[in-house]
């Protein structure tokens, strides 16, 4: 059973033009929520900690929001350089440390 | 600050062969370092977490005595691929965290080919 859950798999933007990714999860005890960025050939980037439904967290072009179900990633006015995979992951109680992940959106954003 | 660093970046090796891939903490100490593995337009999938002055926990799955685990310092910890398989070319990545509920921070990965 999928714990974590991405949507849309790809997306494809025009520079500007605003959007949003989901997360669905479904964990037994929610420690907290994680959004990272990940280029090509790199490791994850670490962008967002969200810990308790309606909590939101905003840097630069990007907000994270989180309900008991669910945390989008909106995107205000993406540029090029926004272009990467979004991973979302969850830190449940019965994890230890460790992070389980979805399988990504792979975002394009073309000039 | 939370660096952590991987080495090497890419790798090719024969296969029979075995690999070390290190991970190091650069600027804080890790009791506890994760490895995962990942294909193409997969999720990361967690291998096993290593443990300092300890044995390493593997996930269902995963075999111990193909995946060595050492975590001899606080700073330091090692993935030996043993005798390689091209079933084993993949992208693997080494994380830790700083302490607390702090975020888990990631190495570049390394990318894993076997001839």
């Known amino acids: 059973e999928d714990q974590v859950t991405q949507s849309p798999e790809a997306l494809r933007l025009q520079e500007g033009e605003s959007s949003s990714l989901n997360c669905s999860y479904t964990v037994s005890g929610l420690r907290g929520l994680f959004w990272y960025r990940q280029d090509p050939g790199k490791g994850p980037e670490f962008l967002f900690t969200l810990y308790s439904a309606g909590e939101e967290k905003e840097k630069e072009r990007l907000k994270a929001t989180l309900t008991k179900k669910e945390s989008f990633l909106h995107i205000t006015a993406p540029k090029p350089e926004d272009s990467a995979t979004y991973l979302c992951?969850?830190?449940?109680?019965?994890?230890?440390?460790?992070?389980?992940f979805g399988k990504g959106t792979s975002l394009l954003v073309t000039p | 600050g939370a660096v952590v660093s991987q080495h090497p970046s890419w790798v090719i090796c024969k296969s029979g062969t075995s690999v070390k891939i290190e991970c190091r903490s650069l600027?804080?100490?890790?009791?506890?370092m994760f490895w995962y593995r990942q294909f193409p337009k997969q999720s990361l999938m967690l291998m096993a977490t290593?443990?300092?002055?300890?044995?390493?926990?593997?996930e269902q799955g995963v075999e111990k005595d193909k995946f060595l685990i050492n975590h001899a310092s606080l700073t330091l910890s090692t993935l030996t691929v043993t005798s390689a398989h091209p079933e084993d070319s993949s992208f693997y990545i080494c994380s830790a965290r700083q302490g607390g509920n702090s975020p888990l921070h990631f190495g570049n990965g390394t990318r894993l080919t076997v001839t």
């Open positions: 992951a969850v830190h449940d109680s019965n994890s230890g440390y460790a992070l389980n």
């Open positions: 290593s443990n300092e002055g300890s044995k390493a926990t593997y």
């Open positions: 600027d804080f100490q890790a009791t506890t």
